[in-house]
């Protein structure tokens, strides 16, 4: 998959830092899972099905525990 496809927008650094309540610059497409205190399981859960909403790519449940960083939401965006 080419990194075009895993290209982490703008737009959905914007959502994550809406869902995790921190401002959009302390994130990077490289924070991961557990970087930050917010970004626990119920978050992550909320991260996807804003992400889905959004976006409107579904994101497969067998995917859901192999999104660690930002970039991993990447071909949902």
């Not at 970087?35 to 996807?48: F, G, T, Y």
């Not at 804003?50 to 939401?73: Q, R, S, Y």
Request: with cysteine; charged share 25%; aromatic share 10%.
């Amino acid at each position: 998959m080419d990194s075009e496809a895993n290209a982490v927008p703008r737009e959905f650094l914007e959502l994550a830092a809406d869902v995790f309540g921190v401002g959009v610059e302390t994130l990077t497409p490289e924070t991961a899972y557990g970087s930050i205190e917010a970004w626990d399981s119920v978050a992550h859960l909320r991260l996807v099905m804003e992400t889905e909403a959004k976006f409107g790519k579904p994101i497969p449940l067998e995917a859901v525990p192999n999104l660690k960083t930002l970039t991993d939401f990447g071909r949902y965006c």
